[in-house]
T-cell receptor
Framework: NAGVTQTPKFQVLKTGQSMTLQCAQD?????MSWYRQDPGMGLRLIHY???????DQGEVPNGYNVSRSTTEDFPLRLLSAAPSQTSVYFC????????????FGSGTQLSVL | QKEVEQDPGPLSVPEGAIVSLNCTYS??????FMWYRQYSRKGPELLMY????GNKEDGRFTAQVDKSSKYISLFIRDSQPSDSATYLC???????????????FGKGTLLTVNP
């Protein structure tokens, strides 16, 4: 049982480059989300989705784009990377009525130079 | 004022100590209260969950909620080196259809238990 799978684990980008962080879950969860975790800032919600075709903004959405074409996949796109986007990114999923139990991926360490 | 406040520590205790971790919140709509544990370089995992005021025990862990004071705590008895991790409190309100998925996290407290 894979749970939530994130790729890549590490990535280095130059300012202005774009990339996509991949996230897939095999638990048939309706809810999926992306967080960034920075020292002293905790986990901050970037974007979330409650089902295929439905996405919404979280606390810190600027500079990021998401789409949800299937239940399983929820990719996060960085449109034009900036040093301020250097962070650890976590994808998480849960069932709609058991939202207290978020399942997290193992994270992506992103550095923007 | 942030919706959820948590002292980031760090907190260092000897093995066997009782540990107390705390969060305060300002949003009266929060009804669900969670504690997540995050080991270094890993994703957080749910440790405790409660939706009522009072205490909930699970082995060496006790979650306490005081809705009147908007204050939650996690107690760890007989702490072990394997408890060394970052502990994050999280809260959510009841949404449409009974959902509770929009979690707001505290900043996390880094705990080290020394052998």
């Amino acid at each position: 049982n894979a749970g939530v799978t994130q790729t890549p684990k590490f990535q280095v980008l130059k300012t202005g480059q774009s990339m996509t962080l991949q996230c897939a879950q095999d638990m048939n969860h309706e809810y999926m989300s992306w967080y960034r975790q920075d020292p002293g800032m905790g986990l901050r919600l970037i974007h979330y989705s409650v089902g295929a075709g439905i996405t919404d903004q979280g606390e810190v959405p600027n500079g990021y784009n998401v789409s949800r074409s299937t239940t399983e996949d929820f990719p996060l796109r960085l449109l034009s990377a900036a040093p301020s986007q250097t962070s650890v990114y976590f994808c998480a999923s849960s069932s709609y009525l058991r939202g207290e139990k978020l399942f997290f991926g193992s994270g992506t360490q992103l550095s923007v130079l | 004022q942030k919706e959820v406040e948590q002292d980031p520590g760090p907190l260092s205790v000897p093995e066997g100590a009782i540990v107390s971790l705390n969060c305060t919140y300002s949003n009266s709509a929060f009804q669900y209260f969670m504690w997540y544990r995050q080991y270094s370089r890993k994703g957080p995992e749910l440790l405790m969950y409660t939706y009522s005021s009072g205490n909930k025990e699970d082995g060496r862990f006790t979650a306490q909620v005081d809705k009147s004071s908007k204050y939650i705590s996690l107690f760890i008895r007989d702490s072990q080196p394997s408890d060394s991790a970052t502990y994050l409190c999280a809260m959510s309100a009841r949404g449409s259809g009974g959902s509770n998925y929009k979690l707001t996290f505290g900043k996390g407290t880094l705990l080290t238990v020394n052998p």
